[in-house]
C-alpha cells in the first residue's frame, strides 16, 4: 500500500522560510535515517527515504537565492537519483554523498564527526 509523500504539503514558499542551513539539516536528517536503513538492510524504507531527499532537494532547488547554489544542489540530486534507481545502494557511496551535502555549510559540516566518528 502506497501513502502520500510526507512533504507534499510543504510549499516551496513555506521551505524558503528556512535558511539554507536549516534546509540542508533537514536533508541530512533524512540522509541519517536512509543511511541506518541501508545498514540494517532495509532497502523499501531507504527507497522512501530517499523519495523525501530528492522532494527536498528539489524544493531547496526551486528556492535557492543563487545560480552557484542552485547548480551545486542540483548536482548532488543527481547522484542521490542514482542512489535511488539502483536496486542495491551501496552504504559506502551513501555516506560519501551525506559527507557531501554536510559541507554545503559550515553550520551542517559540524555535524560531520557526530555522524562519522574516526
Known sequence: ??????????????WSQFSFDDQILMIGNEMNRAMH??????????????????????LTVATATSRSRRRET?????????????????LQIHQALFRCLLRFTPTASGQIGVLFPS
Not at 1 to 14: N, T, V, Y
Not at 37 to 58: F, G, M, S
Request: aromatic fraction near 6%; hydrophobic fraction near 40%.
Open 74 to 90: 542540483l548536482r548532488w540530486r543527481e547522484l542521490i537519483a542514482a542512489l535511488y534507481v539502483d536496486d542495491r545502494p551501496s
Open 37 to 58: 536503513l541501508l545498514e540494517a538492510d532495509k532497502l523499501e524504507h531507504v527507497r522512501r527515504c530517499y523519495e523525501r531527499v530528492l522532494q527536498l532537494t528539489d
Open 1 to 14: 500500500m502506497s501513502s502520500a509523500p510526507q512533504h507534499a504539503g510543504l510549499s516551496a514558499e513555506r
